[in-house]
């Protein structure tokens, strides 16, 4: 009876062992899936900005430029809504105050009527340029999460070996 007790006992400690396993793997897979959420996010707002300063210096005063710009914003702020829940609540914070601002700007554009006044282009130029820097620091935060997160697994597989360049 003895020796029952104990090999059932062995086969619940086996079973703790191997679930908590699982779950320490699944664990790891989440984080690294929610980490590839937010690089993408990044991502995805600069490329809804564009290259507006490119856009700006190569316009010679074309207003259709800082219309399209706009259009830019509107589609950021868009984006914003969607993906800022990804992104821990201080770097939200940053986020969702530059980008506050320029859809007040635009807001405040298209209610007034103004034109392809210089000051909106200099806004423009000035929020995205940190929004730009913000969103680059986060990208290296989280390419350095993504590396750090990585199964030592990848790394043994690859054909170069261990730590070689």
Not at 114 to 137: F, P
Request: charged share 30%; hydrophobic share 40%; net charge positive.
């Amino acid at each position: 009876m003895e020796l029952l007790f104990a090999a059932l006992s062995g086969v619940i400690v086996g079973a703790l062992v191997t679930a908590s396993a699982m779950l320490l793997l699944l664990q790891r897979r989440s984080d690294r899936d929610l980490i590839e959420r937010r690089l993408r996010a990044c991502f995805d707002y600069r490329e809804c900005l564009g290259d507006i300063e490119g856009a700006f210096s190569g316009s010679n005063g074309d207003a259709r430029v800082v219309e399209q710009a706009w259009h830019n914003v509107a589609a950021l702020a868009r984006e914003f809504r969607r993906t800022s829940w990804l992104f821990r609540p201080e770097l939200r914070l940053r986020l969702a105050a530059v980008v506050e601002e320029l859809e007040r700007g635009r807001l405040a554009r298209s209610s007034n009527g103004v034109g392809s006044g210089g000051r909106a282009a200099q806004l423009l130029c000035e929020k995205c340029r940190e929004l730009d820097q913000i969103l680059t620091r986060e990208v290296e935060v989280e390419a350095r999460r993504h590396v750090r997160w990585r199964l030592p697994t990848e790394d043994a597989a690859s054909p170069k070996g261990k730590g070689e360049p």
